[in-house]
């Protein structure tokens, strides 16, 4: 079944309305609410969603590059309003569940490209040119058996000066080993550097990115995934 509409926002209200953040209600309602096995058919409809997208930009001269379900290796911080300078993964209004978004895994591996050399880096994007690489919006698309998809964790607020007055806030984070598919096209003619390097170049920056994380709090350990299966 399909989550109501404004799903996030409704969350957040219990969240804030409620006298304590660690109200195990409140997460028993999410839990049930995000229930893996009951979003099979969502995922379903994704996976369909997202092979369209895919035809539609290989029928106009895209040749898929990357197309791959990499596991969380640790939780990914939805939409952290508490926390503006960071950039958490934002909720999507018409599947109602956290997604990618293309632009953040782009610069993910622009900036990881900054990292390696070789004459393949011009492709990822830098400060002059853009990147030549089509990359899509992540979704998730499986989630383990008998496990929520978006749990509550708590960070301790910023800005505090004494001890006395650090408070838990509560975020929402989608759990560890649920997998995002993760696609990245290209038109191989307007490669830089021939097709077999462009493509060792392309699985060692995604490693690196995805090993440091996406989204918010990654120097804290949120948002890793699994590369081994890369």
Known sequence: MIAPVNLESYIRYKLQKSEQHNDLRIVQEIE???????????????????????????????TTIFDGRLALKTRLIIHLRNMPLELSVPWDPY???????????????????????????????????PSTIAVLDAYPVQCPCCQSLVTVDYVEEEGVCELSDIKQLP???????????????????NL???????????YLLIKIALKRGVGALTSLGYGAFNINAI
């Open 95 to 129: 599947w109602n569940l956290p997604y990618i978004p293309a632009a953040m895994l782009r610069d993910a591996l622009k900036a990881a490209a900054q990292q390696i050399s070789t004459n393949c880096r011009v492709d990822f994007g830098t400060l002059e040119t």
């Open 32 to 62: 049930r609410m995000f229930n893996c096995d009951g979003l099979r058919p969502l995922f379903s409809s994704i996976e369909n969603y997202m092979d369209r997208v895919i035809e539609a930009l290989e029928e106009h001269g895209y």
């Open 192 to 202: 830089s550097c021939p097709e077999d390097k462009f493509l060792d170049a392309l």
């Open 171 to 189: 975020i929402l984070t989608v759990s560890s080993n649920t997998a995002f598919r993760i696609v990245l096209l290209a038109r191989k003619e």
